[in-house]
């Protein structure tokens, strides 16, 4: 059969049903799709898996967010410097309860002291600040702990409550002073000690409750917040 398209003569054959496709066809055809599935299988056993890891920029977001969570907080520092005030009238109540037993046992008596006001006050200071260090590096440690981040400045805190609080509290005891004159009713002859003198120790004492209470509450926030340092290390 022939048909006409133009000027061109197509001739048209039929098409059988069965096709013979040679041997050699089959021949390459498998050897093809062998040396594939051996490539792919050379190429998946030199593949590694490496477990997910959060990239360069994921890692970095939670340091951005942990920036939120630092500073100075008010909550950590006010219960720290509760607990130092608990731990200062707990610690000088052992105390005195220890300095009782002992003038019992060394029959060391009122009229002792009086005949010696200098040694007696200089004791008695230095019993006082080491116990209030003591109370301000406890309540440093807690507020350190409570903040989780940036021990020493919640530390310095703990520190400030107490500084604002006593200043209150001189403030109020003025007050009430110039109202009732209460100190000019204090007068104690038989200490024989000059006033110049009792002013100067107060000072001293003053000043060295005041700088060793700030250190000790900022090296007791930087040691709570050690604490959570450790931990961190671990879960790295």
Do not use: C
């Amino acid at each position: 059969m022939v048909q006409q398209y133009g000027d061109t003569a197509t001739a048209t054959q039929p098409v059988t049903a069965t096709m013979q496709v040679p041997d050699d066809a089959d021949a390459t055809t498998t050897q093809q799709y062998e040396e594939a599935r051996a490539a792919a299988h050379r190429a998946m056993s030199n593949v590694t898996i490496i477990p997910d890891r959060p990239s360069a920029a994921l890692q970095a977001e939670p340091d951005v967010e942990m920036l939120s969570y630092r500073g100075f907080k008010f909550g950590a520092a006010f219960f720290g410097w509760l607990i130092a005030i608990a731990m200062s009238v707990v610690l000088t109540l052992a105390v005195s309860a220890a300095a009782l037993g002992s003038a019992e046992v060394l029959d060391y008596t009122r009229a002792d002291a009086e005949a010696q006001p200098g040694a007696a006050g200089i004791t008695a200071a230095t019993v006082g600040v080491l116990v209030l260090i003591l109370a301000f590096y406890t309540g440093g440690y807690v507020a350190g702990r409570l903040a989780r981040f940036d021990g020493g400045r919640n530390g310095f805190g703990v520190w400030m409550f107490a500084f604002l609080f006593s200043v209150l509290a001189a403030g109020a005891g003025a007050l009430v002073n110039n109202q009732y004159d209460l100190l000019d009713e204090v007068n104690r002859p038989d200490v024989s000690l000059s006033t110049d003198t009792v002013t100067t120790a107060g000072i001293i004492a003053a000043a060295a409750l005041v700088v060793l209470t700030l250190m000790f509450s900022i090296v007791g926030g930087k040691a709570g917040k050690r604490y959570h340092d450790k931990i961190d290390r671990l879960l790295d």
